[in-house]
T-cell receptor, first 113, second 113 residues
Framework: DAGVIQSPRHEVTEMGQEVTLRCKPISGHDYLFWYRQTMMRGLELLIYFNNNVPIDDSGMPEDRFSAKMPNASFSTLKIQPSEPRDSAVYFC???????????FGEGSRLTVL | KQEVTQIPAALSVPEGENLVLNCSFTDSAIYNLQWFRQDPGKGLTSLLLIQSSQREQTSGRLNASLDKSSGRSTLYIAASQPGDSATYLCAVTRGTGANNLFFGTGTRLTVIP
């Protein structure tokens, strides 16, 4: 398996623009997680899905953030409108059955100017 | 709330030395503990997963121990190599919920050739 695949790897955008990050989890994994990593706050769980259904989105910072999982092999995290404080590395991770072993993608580094 | 601490934040050792990384957590009622490695600009790679009923896990030159009663885990790296240079993070899971994973802030290890 190719592992968790994220795109884009790097995104630079201007404040106010819409940003869409994409994730393909490992096949057969029922759980998908979106994390954000910053120097100040470390790794933060934003939202997670079980069988494509959002289970807990309490970590989503604001209504500007939304996530979808239309099928078992694809998820998006959208920020609209983006702000400079959203600059971070966004990770997608998947697992078969939590709290088992977690597999991370390589992340999407977002810079909002 | 579970708090996970890793000290020191950074560590430099000469090649070939054995070393220990520390992780402490405030709530001993954990389900499991994972050690991850993160290379610069990359995602997290799972190294070892210790269930709460286990005392240690080994993989190659890595050995992780768990002492729930004292709220501590250590990651022992034998015969360190420059390729071991990375940030090492521990994460504890409290309960079986997927959103109960708490990360430490990591120890940045540099192995000097």
């Amino acid at each position: 398996d190719a592992g968790v695949i994220q795109s884009p790897r790097h995104e630079v955008t201007e404040m106010g623009q819409e940003v869409t990050l994409r994730c393909k989890p490992i096949s057969g994994h029922d759980y998908l997680f979106w994390y954000r990593q910053t120097m100040m706050r470390g790794l933060e769980l934003l939202i997670y899905f079980n069988n494509n259904v959002p289970i807990d989105d309490s970590g989503m910072p604001e209504d500007r953030f939304s996530a979808k999982m239309p099928n078992a092999s694809f998820s998006t995290l959208k920020i609209q409108p983006s702000e400079p404080r959203d600059s971070a590395v966004y990770f997608c991770a998947s697992s078969k059955l939590p709290p088992g072993e977690l597999f991370f993608g390589e992340g999407s580094r977002l810079t909002v100017l | 709330k579970q708090e996970v601490t890793q000290i020191p934040a950074a560590l430099s050792v000469p090649e070939g030395e054995n070393l220990v990384l520390n992780c402490s957590f405030t709530d001993s009622a954990i389900y499991n503990l994972q050690w991850f490695r993160q290379d610069p600009g990359k995602g997290l790679t799972s190294l070892l997963l210790i269930q709460s009923s286990q005392r240690e896990q080994t993989s190659g030159r890595l050995n992780a121990s768990l002492d729930k009663s004292s709220g501590r885990s250590t990651l022992y790296i034998a015969a360190s190599q420059p390729g071991d240079s990375a940030t090492y993070l521990c994460a504890v899971t409290r309960g079986t919920g997927a959103n109960n994973l708490f990360f430490g802030t990591g120890t940045r290890l540099t192995v000097i050739p």
